[in-house]
DNA sequence: AAAAGTGTTATATAAAATATATAACACCCT
DNA sequence: AGGGTGTTATATATTTTATATAACACTTTT
């Protein structure tokens, strides 16, 4: 899986990787127990610093999506964190309103939801 | 409709007051054509400087769910922004991910859904 | 055993984002 | 005339983001 950076966005790079890491673990591009490439390599290969990348990490680690040993950063999603569903749901609230106050239907966002969850 | 800041949040400002007057208007707590309290009084109610409210303002401005004029911010929900839709969707892509490594089913998520849009 | 590779920690620096504080301006409405 | 709008300008302080070097303890590879 490769990674990238856009240097252009407003959102922090680290952010940014996140999320793009996230993504991968929920499309299966990368499978539990398996080991995301190490600060230095992911660093040089995206164009970004070792310790941006380390942040992303540290992040996902904190939020339950990797564990992280001297062997590197290891895919492993933790699902009981406590106050994860309700931010994640605050979240969902928000970007519904903004769906709606943009058109989108319900039947519309139900759509989306089902083609999303088969790329999953 | 009162808006409230948490202090201790890690979340900006004018960002925890761009989205919950998002949510007002989308549970129509706010109609369109309705005034907005003016910066002024609004930063005194809660708690904040006049400029961080103001930037909130400029930010939903920008982003098309009001309109500022003399009288005050007034909303006005332009549907038609270019890239919107596909911003949202890509965010939406996201926290699904987020919620499926979480456990989310496909039927909760749908559940969920229209829990949201029956508050709207 | 030596070398190379892990994450981690520490220190430093620079730029950008966030938030506040004062002040003034043009405009509108009573 | 006076009080209410948003807006703009300037200034300051704090936090966040990102980079750069360097070193450490540990593991894996050679």
């Known amino acids: 899986m490769i990674f990238e950076i856009d240097f252009n966005s407003d959102e922090a790079f680290y952010m940014q990787l996140k999320n793009q890491i996230i ?19 992911l660093s040089e290969d995206i164009g970004i610093n ?3 990348v380390n942040k992303a990490y540290t992040v996902l680690k904190d939020e339950g999506f990797v ?5 590197g950063a290891v895919v492993a999603v933790d699902i009981n ?7 994640i749901i605050d979240e969902l609230k ?3 309103a ?3 106050l943009k058109g989108i239907k319900r039947e519309e966002m ?3 939801i089902d ?6």
């Open 23 to 41: 993504l991968a673990i929920a499309t299966r591009s990368y499978l539990e127990g398996e080991v995301l490439p190490s600060v230095r390599k």
């Open 50 to 52: 070792m310790h941006t």
């Open 67 to 71: 564990r992280v040993d001297r062997r």
């Open 98 to 100: 903004r769906a709606t």
């Open 81 to 87: 964190k406590a106050e994860d569903k309700k931010l």
């Open 110 to 112: 139900h759509a989306l």
């Open 115 to 120: 083609a999303i969850y088969d790329e999953y």
């Open 94 to 96: 928000i970007i519904i």
